[in-house]
């Protein structure tokens, strides 16, 4: 029998999930699919190069600052360019920013419904109310935290605002630096609003997940997926952008400890709806679109590190770094997330606290000057791993490309017939009701997919038309 999620709500972008059970109602093949086609790669053909850091940013709304840094990391590689210290520092303040406001929307916005009874009307009643375990006062107070929580990602928002310009996507971080001198009432006002974000994340935000984690402790068996992890590192600290990160780079592969590099990234197309080199370095831009494409079932090509499946993320970074090591599961992609955001609103009190008002955040000497030329920038974004690289000539783009986090995660099926991570994930599930199949939910919505952006092509009913299709069923 399949069961079929589509589209599987609360989460940003179009996605489809289609499993098999067999007669124990146990998973027994996944299929993860992107509904649509992201392009920005075709886009910015021909583009100037200092344009790739906007453009690039409105790949997502949830994660622009990543995308910002990774393209003028890019284009600092392609220069060999090393930003100053206090240009490092506003980097970090408004990625960080950037990131803690996105876990806490993932955990209460996206994910607590899941868990949580919310109340009986539009946008909180969800297609699957079974396995609510908590009581109506318990629930009404954990939900009470989901308003506060649109307060306080507000406030996490206004803290990024304050040196960037505004957000999603940010105005000041360009090729140089950051083009944002802090003044020192902005600084003192960062600090405030940063107080306020960590007082609710390390008292309800920890709280919640913790009371989450110790109801439904099956879940700490739930989903475990490959077991691999990559991350590129992220937060630069000190000296050299290598020397010193608060997340290093580097992955977990058949339970040994590696380092990473870009070029060693492939993405395998033959599950994706695409024609051209059935495996393509980072690099290599010579796919096309194809619908039409047989045993195809995905916009989402296939990275693979050395030919294998990694998981990105919060668990991923921490595994990596080794801050957190327990497990692989549901919940240990919540309680991991839930540990990064207490970690980053730490480490922001003490980059704010280094910042200066006479420190030197830009030098212009990157505003021209791209004859020729290519590099690459790795980041980490919310959701884990991204690289993008640029290649230009006569200050065009010749050839950009991205892969992001949510590519490793929900990938479809490699060349080697290898499932996606999420696809491993979902397989050997019990699903209790194959009318409401909450397990699957879960497993999902705990790698916080991302399939966001650019051109929408298909309606629910999966027919393919080149129209913009707004489908919202089932929150
Ligand atoms: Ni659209 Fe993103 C993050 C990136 S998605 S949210 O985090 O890059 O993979
Ligand atoms: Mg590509």
């Given amino acids: 029998m399949k069961i079929k999620l589509d589209p599987v709500t609360r989460l940003e972008g179009h996605m489809k999930i289609e499993v098999e059970v067999d007669d124990r109602r146990e998973v027994i093949s996944a299929k993860s699919t992107g509904n649509m086609f992201r392009g920005f790669e075709t886009l910015l053909k ?24 990774a ?26 920013g950037n990131f803690v406001a996105d876990h806490i929307l993932h955990f209460y916005h996206l994910t607590l419904l899941d868990y949580v009874q919310g109340p009986d009307r539009s946008p909180w009643k969800t297609s699957y109310n079974t396995d609510m375990r908590f009581s109506d006062a318990a629930s009404k107070k954990l939900f009470d935290n989901y308003i506060k929580a649109l307060e306080i990602r507000r406030k996490a928002h206004e803290m990024v605002a304050l040196f960037a310009g505004k957000i999603p996507h940010v105005m000041s971080i360009m090729p140089g630096g950051v083009t944002k001198a802090p003044t020192t009432a902005e600084i003192s006002d960062y600090k405030k609003l940063l107080a306020e974000v960590k007082q609710f994340v390390e008292g309800q935000y920890e709280e919640d997940v913790q009371k989450i984690a110790s109801v439904y402790q099956d879940y700490f068996r739930i989903g475990e997926g490959y077991r691999n992890f990559i991350s590129f590192g992220v937060f630069e600290l000190e000296g050299a952008p290598e020397a010193k990160l608060l997340y290093r780079s580097g992955r977990y592969t058949n339970g040994e400890y590696m380092s990473v590099e870009p070029r060693r990234i492939t993405e395998d197309i033959k599950y994706a709806w695409y024609t051209g080199k059935e495996r393509a370095e980072l690099r290599d831009d010579n796919t096309q679109p194809n619908l039409n494409k047989t045993g195809a079932y995905s916009w989402i090509k296939a990275p693979r590190y050395l030919e294998t499946p990694h998981e990105a993320g919060p668990l991923a970074r921490a595994w990596v770094n080794g801050d957190y090591r327990k497990g692989v599961s549901v919940m240990d992609r919540h309680v991991a997330r839930m540990l990064e955001t207490k970690k980053i609103a730490n480490a922001l009190s003490l980059w704010v606290n280094a910042l200066s008002v006479n420190g030197q955040e ?49 990938s479809p099926k490699d060349n080697l017939d290898q499932s996606g991570p999420l696809e491993k994930a979902l397989i050997g599930v019990k699903v209790q009701d194959v009318n409401n199949p909450i397990e699957l939910m879960r497993i999902i919505h705990s790698y916080d997919p991302c399939t966001a952006c650019a051109v929408h092509i298909m309606t629910p009913e999966g027919k393919i038309e080149n129209q913009f299709v707004v489908s919202t069923p089932g929150f």
């Fill in 46 to 69: 021909g583009r100037d190069p200092r344009d790739a850091v906007h453009l690039t940013q409105r790949i997502c709304g949830l994660c622009p600052v990543s995308h910002g840094i």
């Fill in 71 to 96: 393209s003028v990391k890019a284009l600092e590689n392609s220069r060999n360019f090393k930003p100053e210290a206090q240009a490092r520092l506003l980097r970090n303040l408004i990625q960080g």
């Fill in 362 to 410: 830009y030098q212009s000497v990157l505003h021209t000057g791209y004859s020729q030329g290519q590099g690459v920038g790795v980041t980490e974004a919310p959701r884990g791993a991204l690289v993008h690289y640029v290649q230009y000539q006569n200050q065009k783009i010749q050839n950009y490309q991205v892969v992001t986090p949510t590519c490793w995660n929900v």
